[in-house]
């Protein structure tokens, strides 16, 4: 006599999602529902509904949509610059989840790519790891294992994205708020033999800011001076209406100008927030 018991699922919903949303940028000429599930090892309803949740978040935070061909292919269409900010968030998520997954599935098929580029694209191994280390100097933070998988990853996606002229496209005003950023001279100067366009650095000098947790001694631009001004006058005028006093207002300062900062950066490149837990919290 058997029983009919229900198989545990190997991933999580999380972590399905996050393998998916990672696949939906592989280097596949076709990605199928049938596909998709077979990457994950899960059913057909279970990934068409990890496809809905997938569309619904990329279309809430980062303005692309998930669509479905006439020959069930499935590809996330939008700006560049959108695709690329939402692939960055993806393929760290999917590395901290489930890096199996990544090795397995991701990895060969961005290797098979890469083994095609000419010659003077493709960086030595070397090459890659020094730069790495310049990159992760710029985090101001204790490197986890992660970081140095994704910048890996990323640094061969986007030769790849200079091989097929898919740069994202920032306006002037972005241009103009990455240039004026410390980060962007060190990025220059790092990547000064490297074949990128200045929208690659530009992109590069974004992720700085994307990977690392502002503090008051990175203050550094003029912008951020002119945040950490604004956020100490809000600090002495809400202590002047509530007539009191703060205890620590330097570590007050300081946690108000990196929420500050990371929100500012959102607003100029009109990233969404990822508010999924809101109802849970509610």
Known sequence: MSMNTRQVPVLSGPQRRSHLLLMLFAPLPSLTLVSLSRYNGEDVP???????????????????????????????????????????????????????????????????????????????????DGVIERYLALLDRQAAAYDRAFLSLYLRYALIQCY??????????????????SEYRSVTEMFLDWPLPDAELLCFTLLVNQLKTPHLPDAYSGEDRRLLQ?????????????????????????????????????????????????????
């Not at 097929?164 to 950023?181: A, C, V």
């Open 46 to 128: 279970v990934t068409r509904r990890d496809l809905a949740h997938i569309e619904s978040d990329i279309r809430r935070i980062y303005h692309l949509t998930l669509i479905a061909r006439h020959d069930g292919d499935y590809r996330i269409e939008g700006n560049i610059l959108n695709q690329r900010l939402c692939l960055i968030e993806g393929m760290r998520r999917a590395l901290r989840l489930c890096p199996a997954k990544v090795d397995r599935h991701f990895l060969p098929l961005l290797e098979q790519q890469w083994g095609q580029l000419p010659a003077e694209l493709r960086a030595s191994p070397e090459q890659i």
């Open 164 to 181: 097929l002229q898919r740069h994202p496209d920032f306006n002037q005003h972005q241009q103009q708020w990455l240039q004026l950023k």
């Open 230 to 282: 604004a956020v100490e006058k809000l600090i002495q005028h809400f202590q002047h209406l509530a007539g009191m006093t703060f205890n620590q207002p330097e570590m007050l300062a300081n946690q108000l100008f990196s929420h500050l900062s990371a929100a500012l950066e959102r607003c100029h490149f009109h990233v969404g927030i990822d508010n999924s837990l809101q109802p849970e919290v509610e």
